[in-house]
């Protein structure tokens, strides 16, 4: 079966196929950053009509790249959110309409679930159980994944998330929109440990984040004669060794809690490559396996929407099909139309 998948819930428009027996067959994505990029930040508006913009061409786009006649898809998985209300509302209302017409299922789709399963679409896939590190400029959470719609969360941020950190404080830092790749980039010319910030919950039991704090003792620190650009790059530095040093150790603590051996990492600051260094000599020293999706997918995509639509519906988890439009700007993914009940 095809499925045609649409992501929306942001700055991304992204769209793909997905078929069971083949895999990927096409995606395409257009990124919204040059829209947004004098305003500092998404302005929602503007995210929406440019979805409206792009959607058609981009679903005729990989319809022909991949050789496809809408007739062939079997069904069409959206973003239903996480994310901005009327950039969702335009995938939504899209999706449900051509199914509607196609007389196939549209599949509501979690966009965090699309992300903590992207890593399955790489060559080397990661099995079920295993723990999942997602980190997006919305969420930061730990995860139990058990299988298609068994995900029990093990901890997550109680203020900012890890993404949203790096967002803010590129933007003290006076760098560009998206803040995380600009400050990724400046780090490397930094000395970490030269300004030190602390490692916010480092050293706690539980496996819960806190990032706002961070971004506050850049600032302080940044205001103390932290301003020349050597001051700048150590504490842009500094910071991304904090963050580092936080999600390394809480996720090193998830995986030894679970019992499991496969440490799965998505979401855009997933990108980083420090963090996956980090990751990475953890999990080799202790035996364990650290699983990425392919960098393309690391941020928002419509394959990873197709693929977990496809895995649902799959695993008999469709739900009922109707035709009514319904978007969620907040949804936990513990929310009973995401899980399955637990075998
Ligand atoms: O998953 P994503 O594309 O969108 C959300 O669902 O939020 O993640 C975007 C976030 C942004 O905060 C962006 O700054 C961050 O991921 N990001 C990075 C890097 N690339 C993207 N953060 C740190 N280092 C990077 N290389
Ligand atoms: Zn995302």
Not at 172 to 192: K, N, S, V, W
Not at 250 to 271: F, N, W, Y
Not at 281 to 293: L, S
Request: net charge negative.
């Amino acid at each position: 079966m095809i499925v045609l998948g649409i992501e929306s819930s942001c700055d991304e428009t992204g769209v793909a196929l997905y078929d069971r027996d083949r895999g990927l067959l096409a995606h395409r994505l257009h990124s919204q950053v040059a829209l947004h990029a004098e305003y500092g930040g998404v302005v929602p508006e503007l995210a929406s009509r440019d979805h409206i913009r792009r959607l058609p061409q981009l679903i005729a786009q990989v319809l022909a790249d991949a050789g496809i006649a809408r007739r062939d898809l079997g069904a069409i998985g959206y973003t239903s959110g996480p994310g901005l209300a009327g950039a969702l509302l335009v995938g939504a209302s899209v999706a449900v309409s051509m199914a509607f017409a196609l007389d196939i299922p549209a599949l509501p789709i979690h966009h965090l679930e699309g992300h903590l399963l992207s890593p399955m679409l790489s060559a080397d896939a990661p099995a079920f159980p295993f723990v999942a590190l997602l980190v997006s400029g919305g969420h930061t959470q730990l995860m139990r994944v058990e299988g298609v719609g068994c995900y029990r969360l093990l901890g997550e941020s109680v203020d900012d998330a890890a993404g949203e950190a790096f967002d803010k404080t590129a933007k003290l830092l006076g760098l560009g929109y998206p803040g995380g790749p600009e400050l990724a980039r400046l780090a490397e010319t930094g000395i970490p440990g030269r300004i030190p910030l602390p490692r916010p919950m480092l050293k706690a039991d539980h496996l819960d984040f806190s990032f706002s704090g961070l971004k506050t003792a850049v600032l302080t620190a940044y205001n103390n004669g932290n301003r020349t650009e050597g001051g700048r790059a150590d504490l842009a530095a500094e910071f991304q060794q904090a963050v580092v040093d936080v999600l390394v150790a809480k996720s090193i603590k998830a995986v030894e809690r679970s019992g499991l051996e496969t440490l799965v990492v998505a979401g855009g600051v997933g990108a980083n490559r420090h963090l996956r260094g980090a990751l990475d000599e953890a999990c080799r020293q202790r035996g364990w396996r650290a699983c990425y999706p392919e960098p393309e997918l690391c941020t928002d995509n419509g394959a990873m929407i197709a693929f977990a639509a496809s895995l649902r519906v799959t695993a008999g988890l469709a739900g009922p099909s109707d035709q009514s439009i319904v978007v969620r700007p907040r949804w936990p993914l513990e929310d009973d139309r995401v899980q399955s009940a637990w075998g």
